[in-house]
């Protein structure tokens, strides 16, 4: 029979307890710390969406447990989506590397989003901005303008199933299947403003949380 010595067993929880209570003492500064800085950047954003660092800090306490606990990580990484897609500033006929990449940036935390997500509201936001982000492919990459120009129609069909009220949507899905209409060789830019008259994408920073 194996013996266990009553002095190191108390020890040895008292030692556990102690870990314990620091732990939870970490996520609780964690908690109240991420509800802060939530709050505060998403102030810093309306006002300079382009600016800073937002949305992120070092928790304390391992494995993301005050994130999880507030169940707060879907918010983040569309905050983070939505950044990124501001950003990249996909309804401009920018070519820039650094742009480019911040549009891949934005694609994958919006899809990532919409994937995870059981918002029905904010997944049609982030559709017709993946949508708006496929209108910005077409015109970087002429030879594959149709494909991504089906994926965008995809997309905006999505968000008016999701969200039978947006109507960007409606106007970006508009737009797409007339220029799948037009003639290949025609370059993008027909002079209509992808986006439509004031979605997630388009309004003021800090709409659309």
Same mark, same amino acid.
């Given at each position: 029979?194996?013996?266990?010595?009553? *002095?190191? +067993? *108390?020890?040895? @929880?008292?030692?556990?307890?102690?870990?314990?209570?620091? &732990? =939870?003492?970490?996520?609780? +500064?964690?908690?109240?710390?991420?509800?802060?800085?939530?709050?505060?950047?998403?102030?810093?954003? *309306?006002?300079?969406?382009?600016?800073? !660092?937002?949305?992120?800090?070092?928790?304390?306490?391992?494995?993301?447990?005050?994130?999880?606990?507030?169940?707060?990580?879907?918010? +983040?990484?569309?905050?983070?989506?939505? $950044?990124?897609? /501001?950003?990249? /500033?996909?309804?401009?006929?920018?070519?820039?590397?650094?742009? !480019? %990449?911040?549009?891949? $940036?934005?694609?994958?935390? @919006?899809?990532?989003?919409?994937? $995870?997500?059981?918002?029905? =509201?904010?997944? #049609?936001?982030?559709?017709? @901005?993946?949508?708006?982000?496929? =209108?910005?492919?077409? %015109?970087?990459?002429?030879?594959? *303008?149709? %494909?991504? @120009?089906?994926?965008?129609?995809?997309? &905006?069909?999505?968000?008016?199933?999701?969200?039978?009220?947006?109507?960007?949507?409606?106007?970006?899905?508009?737009?797409? +299947?007339?220029?799948?209409?037009?003639?290949?060789?025609?370059? #993008?830019?027909?002079?209509?403003?992808?986006?439509? !008259?004031?979605?997630?994408?388009?309004?003021?920073?800090?709409?659309?949380?």
């Amino acid at each position: 029979m194996i013996r266990v010595n009553g *002095r190191a +067993l *108390r020890a040895a @929880l008292a030692v556990a307890c102690f870990a314990a209570g620091v &732990f =939870f003492v970490l996520v609780a +500064l964690d908690a109240r710390a991420w509800g802060t800085r939530i709050a505060a950047d998403d102030l810093r954003f *309306r006002h300079q969406a382009l600016g800073g !660092t937002l949305w992120q800090r070092s928790d304390l306490a391992p494995f993301g447990a005050a994130r999880s606990l507030l169940g707060i990580d879907d918010d +983040l990484l569309y905050r983070r989506g939505l $950044r990124a897609f /501001r950003i990249g /500033r996909p309804r401009e006929p920018l070519f820039e590397q650094a742009v !480019t %990449t911040q549009r891949i $940036r934005a694609q994958i935390a @919006l899809e990532k989003y919409s994937d $995870r997500s059981h918002d029905d =509201f904010r997944k #049609a936001q982030a559709e017709n @901005l993946i949508g708006i982000l496929g =209108f910005a492919a077409a %015109t970087q990459d002429a030879g594959q *303008r149709a %494909t991504f @120009l089906n994926d965008a129609v995809a997309r &905006f069909k999505r968000a008016m199933l999701l969200e039978p009220g947006t109507e960007d949507a409606y106007y970006n899905l508009e737009l797409a +299947l007339d220029q799948l209409k037009e003639s290949a060789e025609q370059q #993008a830019g027909s002079g209509k403003r992808v986006g439509g !008259t004031g979605g997630a994408g388009l309004r003021d920073p800090g709409h659309g949380y």
